[in-house]
């Protein structure tokens, strides 16, 4: 006799059924396979290659993520990878520092201001290599009863000819055709995604690249930080991923002239504009790693969500929606929106995915409530980028005003990184200190001017300013209001 759980495993292996199938076993299909077969659904998970992966993404997760990983029972996923204790960023202006620490959090009981977003208890992210973390989180899913993992490329959507809805996948399976049927699937293949453009018509916009470099032994200016490092070039990152490796990403914008091939490319923008403006101790690492390492790029892409409608399917994880990876954000959403579509398909309150009419209202009030969060990451992402690769002065104004208030401390550190780190989830928070550093920038942009300027710059030169502020919000804000 076989037990229900036994009877399923002969299902999924055999037939190629279960109540799920999830497309993808990167961050976000690893959880949510795991999430749902905790919940004693029975789940097929694909993924092209189950190799470890070796990308340059995904390499520190923020602490509402750690926090996320701790409720789907992922935690010790961040076990044994060499991961670095991660307790901030350092905001390297110029040369000028600026510690800006993950603030207290409330967690515990204690009183917090949301509306200014000051929180109790310092929570802490983690930074480590993104295959090492990936074959955690492939191991979880691998040794649950109720997830059967197969290498396999999905290949095609299986739609039902009358109604319209999905009921599983073609796939690839050691170059044999094949398929897998479930009464949800899951789409989660990523930022490249082949499925989502046959469910929406807008594509992602990418308007600069991340060049990938590992550096060993960088004597970072404050460890256990990430670095974030702001002159005359669009922002360049650096945190350590591991014992003696450190990441750095270096943003280079499209049509960047010191990034031609006339400029001597990637490798000449870098060598010229790069690094005179990296921290003195690091730039010897840098160069030697120029010379060692093979230069990677991925597109920082922007794409805002959108709600599933399709009966039978979820789109999920980067396939749904993508923000710039500048404040390190993408996995810390990916796990959250775990948490919450597991809760919103407890089967106490969907006791079948067979129900398809349920399963799609859950999917349209995920798309509501991953807002708190997700909205605010999102925004918060492509607005600091605007900021921080600056190329106008009005913009400028808007950068330097930003790391001056962040010379402030107190509420003017704690609120953005409460914010940046998913710990804050309150979008009106994002806007009350984000129209405070316009407001700030402002003040600065007219006081540093002169007298001669002062006329211009406090009357037409900060409407410009604040004008520009309002540019670089808004489209983002109505973009997250959108079905
Ligand atoms: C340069 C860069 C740096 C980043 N850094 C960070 C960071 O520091 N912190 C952070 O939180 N986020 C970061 N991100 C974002 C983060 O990497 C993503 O948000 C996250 O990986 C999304 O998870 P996912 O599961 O949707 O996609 P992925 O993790 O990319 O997983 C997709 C999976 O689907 C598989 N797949 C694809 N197609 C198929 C198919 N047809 N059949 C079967 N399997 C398939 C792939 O092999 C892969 O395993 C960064 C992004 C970029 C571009």
């Not at 036994?6 to 959880?31: F, S, T, Y």
């Not at 350590?240 to 499209?254: F, K």
């Not at 690492?285 to 969500?305: G, H, Q, T, V």
Request: hydrophobic share 40%; glycine share 10%.
């Amino acid at each position: 006799m076989y037990t229900p759980s036994e009877k399923d495993q002969l299902r999924r292996i055999e037939h190629h059924e279960a109540d799920v199938v999830v497309v993808g076993a990167g961050i976000l299909g690893c959880a949510v396979a795991v999430a749902l077969g905790n919940q004693d659904r029975s789940v097929i998970l694909l993924e092209r290659s189950l190799k470890e992966p070796d990308r340059i993404v995904g390499e520190l997760l923020q602490p509402g993520g750690v926090q996320a990983l701790e409720k789907l029972g992922l935690r010790d996923c961040l076990e044994e990878i060499d991961a670095i204790k991660v307790f901030g960023y350092d905001v390297i202006y110029y040369g000028e520092e600026v510690a800006i620490p993950y603030p207290e959090d409330g967690r515990g009981g204690e009183a917090s201001d949301e509306m200014r977003g000051t929180k109790r208890k310092r929570p802490e992210g983690r930074s480590f290599h993104h295959g090492r973390f990936i074959q955690r989180l492939r191991q979880k899913a691998m040794a649950h009863p109720n997830v059967t993992v197969i290498e396999a490329t999905a290949t095609e959507m299986v739609t039902s000819g009358y109604t319209g809805q999905v009921l599983g996948v073609e796939a690839n399976v050691q170059g044999k055709p094949d398929s897998f049927f479930g009464h949800l699937t899951i789409i989660a293949d990523g930022y490249a995604s082949k499925f989502r453009k046959e469910y929406r018509t807008d594509t992602p916009v990418a308007k600069s690249k991340f060049w990938g470099l590992e550096l060993i032994d960088a004597p970072l200016p404050m460890p256990n930080h990430g670095h974030v490092i702001l002159g005359d070039g669009a922002p360049v990152l650096l945190y350590q991923i591991g014992t003696h490796e450190t990441r750095a990403l270096v943003d280079i914008p499209e049509n960047t002239t010191s990034a031609s091939v006339a400029n001597g490319g990637v490798k000449g923008h870098i060598r010229n504009v790069v690094i005179p403006n990296l921290p003195r101790a690091v730039r010897p690492c840098f160069e030697a790693a120029i010379e060692k390492d093979r230069l990677r790029s991925m597109p920082n892409s922007f794409l805002p969500p959108k709600t599933n409608i399709t009966p039978g399917l979820a789109i999920l994880g980067d396939a749904l929606n993508m923000r710039h990876p500048l404040t390190g954000g993408g996995m810390t959403v990916a796990f959250n929106d775990v948490v919450l579509l597991s809760d919103l398909l407890d089967p106490a309150v969907v006791p079948s995915l067979a129900s398809t009419g349920l399963v799609l209202k859950q999917l349209k009030r995920l798309h509501w409530q991953r807002k708190s969060l997700s909205s605010v990451i999102n925004i918060l992402a492509q607005a600091l980028y605007s900021l921080f690769a600056a190329n106008d002065t009005q913009l400028k104004a808007l950068q330097q005003g930003c790391f001056e208030y962040f010379k402030l401390g107190g509420n003017c550190v704690d609120g953005p990184v409460g914010l940046l780190a998913g710990i804050i989830r309150n979008p009106f928070v994002l806007i009350y200190h984000f129209f405070s550093v316009a407001v700030y920038a402002i003040w600065i942009y007219v006081a540093s001017g002169g007298i001669l300027a002062a006329p211009f710059r406090a009357t037409i030169g900060s409407s410009m300013v604040f004008y520009k502020a309002c540019a670089v919000l808004f489209p983002y804000i109505f973009s997250e209001l959108r079905v």
